[in-house]
């Protein structure tokens, strides 16, 4: 199409650099460096928390047992293997008596001889009591006979002096006995010693449980308290957990937790905690909670990974923001507040934080504030910016 009439070329360039420097402004402030950036916003509420921890752990036993003997000796035979199921009193292990059996029908023997001294002594105390009487009544009837001027004193004397004799002789008799008793308490004492010995060699499952290690074969020789056998109680699994310090406001025992084996990810199994150690770890920042199952799972071995979250108490009316919108500038902690058009940088304290990504504000913020959630790169405080309903999707 021609025009009407011509134009300078000279406007022509001019009208064509103009247009130009038009659009690289639009495009400029649109999607360029001095574009507003574009945010999305969230509007600070009240509402309940529900809390929850969470922390990685480790399956264990509560009740676990180190069986061996409780002297040195050579193991003679090992009667179970790693993974039976043993029940209480049953016979895991024994170890070779060497002397004991010896020791023991020595023992018998003793104590067989020190039961004949105490049946002689009471024989013999019986003895000298009945030698008392006598002399007694003799001694007696000669008195009597003397004050009659029949006998003389010097034979009085006599008898007096075989009564005494009498009677000392009933006291060594009674002393004999007692020492014939004593001597066949000791014995006693030292055959059931040896008894002892004899059965502790006999290693017997402490309590109804699993086999989890077999350290010795026989033949092997073993120190004093040195485990042949390990075996737990399969009831008293539970997972010992790690969890964050900075968040553990609130954690008690009885609270219900959810956890998830290492070998079935898919699978939930409902727990809580049972004990809270009396000790934190202080290189990683973390406390440690037993958490229990509420039923046990099929399968489960002790050594396994596990993830668990603990389910806190309920915080009622919380001020609540995503925990997406918080931000740090340099060493402080905070959210960018959108206050009429313009960015300000507020600092705030944080509490709990639910699994729905919702975190309680405790100081900084009050309802009705509009905070930045997400934002197309990092604010500053001087920054245009651009509301818009979400990020994915909207045209500059």
Do not use: C
Not at 218 to 227: D, E, I, K, L, M
Not at 334 to 352: M, N, Q, S
């Amino acid at each position: 199409m021609k025009l009407p009439f011509h134009l300078p070329k000279g406007v022509v360039l001019v009208a064509a650099g103009l247009a130009v420097l038009l659009s690289l402004g639009w495009l400029a402030t649109r999607t360029g460096p001095l574009a507003p950036v574009r945010v999305t916003v969230a509007e600070v509420a009240r509402g309940e928390l529900r809390p929850s921890l969470f922390g990685i752990g480790t399956v264990e036993a509560r009740r676990d047992y180190l069986i061996g003997p409780t002297t040195a000796g050579r193991v003679q035979r090992v009667l179970v293997d790693v993974g039976e199921a043993v029940v209480a009193g049953q016979l895991l292990a024994e170890m070779e008596p060497v002397d004991l059996e010896a020791r023991q029908r020595a023992g018998d023997a003793a104590v067989a001889r020190a039961r004949n001294a105490v049946s002689t002594a009471q024989a013999q105390l019986s003895d000298a009591a009945s030698r008392l009487a006598l002399a007694q009544t003799e001694a007696s009837r000669y008195e009597d006979l003397g004050r009659q001027a029949f006998v003389a004193s010097s034979v009085v004397d006599g008898k007096r002096q075989q009564e005494n004799s009498a009677r000392a002789q009933l006291a060594g008799a009674d002393a004999a006995l007692a020492g014939a008793r004593h001597d066949e308490e000791r014995l006693q004492a030292e055959r059931q010693a040896t008894g002892q010995q004899r059965a502790n060699i006999r290693l017997l499952a402490p309590a109804n449980g699993v086999v989890t290690a077999r350290d010795a074969e026989p033949g092997s020789t073993v120190v004093a308290g040195q485990a042949v056998l390990k075996m737990m109680d399969p009831d008293s699994l539970w997972v010992r957990t790690r969890l964050d310090q900075s968040r553990s406001s609130g954690l008690r025992d009885g609270l219900p937790a959810v956890i998830t084996l290492r070998s079935s990810a898919r699978e939930a199994h409902a727990g809580k905690v049972t004990r809270l150690d009396p000790f934190s770890d202080s290189v990683t920042e973390e406390r440690i909670a037993q958490v229990a199952f509420e039923r046990l799972p099929a399968g489960v071995t002790t050594g396994e990974m596990a993830e668990v979250v603990v389910r806190l108490p309920a915080v009622q009316d919380a001020l609540l923001i995503p925990n997406a919108a918080l931000r740090r500038q340099g060493s402080l902690s905070g959210v960018w507040l959108h206050e009429d058009g313009k960015l300000r940088f507020a600092r705030i304290r944080t509490g709990a934080e639910d699994p729905d990504g919702r975190v309680q504000v405790l100081e900084g913020l009050e309802a009705g504030d509009a905070i930045v959630v997400y934002s197309e790169r990092e604010l500053k405080a001087k920054d245009r910016i651009r509301v818009v309903p979400s990020l994915i999707g909207e045209s500059p």
